[in-house]
């Protein structure tokens, strides 16, 4: 919780931001870039972040964003692009030509790198100041004129105090920052899909160009090309299950039955570098600002992976706030006062998008014959009418954004 500035020497930034991922580096290296100053406060170390598996799919939008800013030149150097995926059902293959019908395309570019791109900008390129391994952090005064945020320094135990004019909040869904506003300032949202996945990480190449949803009465399995190396596969497991169940021979089983499909080639096999249980929920902070704090990604609001919406989203925040921070200081307050519902109206696109594909992934594993009913009947129309899939892959490809 916030808590009474403590008697502690003072520094003094203009924006301290917590949390070194996507979000919190973005609005790093914008503000860098316009002269504002401002100290990243991390958690983990950077060997930890610049590895750490995460999200691989950026919307178009983004990736132009990014680099109007000149932060996606490796990016557009290095990353693959997608524009078709696969539904399999019923042993037949279908595809969905996304850039045919909307005109853009998906990037596929693994979130460690972008953090370390993002990371080399700021830190080495710009001589941003960013703290690695910072213990107890505390948020201060956050509702007054005097906002600070103190911590632990890892090497010699010490509390230091960074005065500033504003924190940003972007150290994901267990952070601190999220935390210390009182309950009754916000209101929190929740909404629970009832499965979940278990997220795999695989030592072997991809058995298609992109992404494959495997739609099966045992329930879903997912394929998503990362690399030539890599590939990341999902299994539908029930909430709460231990991913110590799952053997080596029981995942390659059970992925070779869900994504059966007449004329489909082998999937290659390889080793398991990572199995979690990712149960499917979503939550939503409103309003993402209390007082001199303003939230982003993760810390306000959480999207499951199901529509690949989660890095993008976060993005889309820090853009916005950014942006805001620096209008601020040339004397213009509309985009800090405005933050939160410009964000808010993207993230509940999103979460409405992300729960009608899970009712069309998940819903012939339902047990229940009206969710595997309207689930066929929703994927039959997209899959048959030309203007219904333009507004999917519209969806799915994401909103343009004028950032």
């Known amino acids: 919780m916030s808590s009474s500035t403590p008697s502690l020497p003072l520094a003094r930034t203009g924006v301290v931001i917590v949390g070194a991922g996507p979000a919190g580096l973005t609005v790093a290296n914008l503000l860098r870039?316009?002269?504002?100053?401002?100290?990243?406060?991390?958690?983990?170390?950077?060997?930890?972040?610049?590895?750490?598996?995460?999200?691989?799919?950026?919307?178009?939008?983004?990736?132009?964003?990014?680099?109007?800013?000149?932060?996606?030149?490796?990016?557009?150097?290095?990353a693959a692009t997608q524009g078709e995926f696969e539904f399999r059902f019923d042993g037949e293959r279908h595809t969905v030509r996304?850039?045919?019908?909307s005109g853009r395309r998906h990037f596929v570019y693994p979130q460690p790198?972008?953090?370390?791109?993002?990371?080399?900008?700021?830190?080495?390129?710009?001589?941003?100041?960013?703290?690695?391994?910072?213990?107890?952090?505390r948020l201060h005064d956050i509702d007054g004129d005097r906002p600070a945020v103190s911590y632990t320094d890892p090497a010699s135990g010490e509390r230091h105090r960074?005065?500033?004019?504003?924190?940003?909040?972007?150290?994901?869904?267990?952070?601190?920052?999220?935390a210390a506003i009182p309950d009754d300032r916000t209101v929190l949202t929740r909404y629970d899909h009832g499965v979940a996945w278990l997220a795999l990480l695989a030592e072997a190449p991809p058995s298609a160009d992109g992404v494959i949803f495997g739609i099966h009465e045992r329930g879903l399995g997912a394929h998503m090309a990362r690399s030539p190396e890599v590939t990341r596969y999902y299994l539908q497991v029930a909430?709460?299950?231990?991913?110590?169940?799952?053997s080596h021979t029981r995942v390659w089983d059970e992925l070779r039955t869900r994504l059966a499909a007449e004329g489909a080639p082998p999937l290659a096999e390889g080793?398991?570098?990572?199995?979690?249980?990712?149960?499917?929920?979503?939550?939503?902070v409103e309003p993402m600002v209390y007082g001199r704090l303003h939230l982003a990604g993760d810390?306000?609001?959480l999207v499951a992976p199901i529509a690949a919406k989660g890095m993008n989203l976060a993005l889309h925040d820090a853009l916005l706030?950014?942006?805001?921070?620096?209008?601020?200081?040339?004397?213009?307050?509309?985009?800090?006062?405005?933050?939160?519902?410009?964000?808010?109206r993207r993230v509940w696109q999103y979460l409405e998008f992300s729960q009608w594909l899970s009712e069309v992934l998940h819903g012939a594993s339902s047990g229940d014959r009206f969710r595997a009913g309207t689930a066929t009947a929703r994927l039959r129309r997209l899959l048959g009418s030309e203007s219904a899939g333009k507004a999917f892959a519209g969806l799915y490809l994401g909103e343009k954004a004028d950032l």
Request: proline residues 2%; contains cysteine.
């Open 33 to 78: 870039a316009a002269g504002v100053d401002c100290v990243v406060l991390e958690a983990e170390s950077r060997e930890f972040i610049e590895q750490r598996p995460r999200a691989g799919f950026m919307e178009e939008w983004a990736v132009r964003a990014l680099a109007r800013h000149g932060l996606a030149d490796r990016l557009l150097e290095r």
């Open 98 to 101: 996304t850039a045919e019908l």
């Open 113 to 137: 790198l972008l953090v370390t791109d993002l990371l080399a900008s700021y830190a080495d390129t710009a001589g941003g100041d960013v703290r690695f391994g910072v213990r107890e952090v």
């Open 162 to 178: 960074i005065g500033c004019d504003f924190i940003a909040g972007c150290d994901g869904a267990r952070g601190v920052t999220r």
């Open 239 to 246: 909430p709460g299950e231990d991913a110590g169940n799952w």
């Open 271 to 284: 080793p398991l570098l990572e199995k979690v249980v990712l149960d499917m929920h979503n939550y939503v």
């Open 299 to 301: 810390a306000a609001h």
């Open 321 to 344: 706030l950014g942006d805001a921070l620096i209008a601020h200081y040339r004397g213009d307050d509309s985009g800090l006062a405005g933050y939160s519902q410009a964000c808010l």
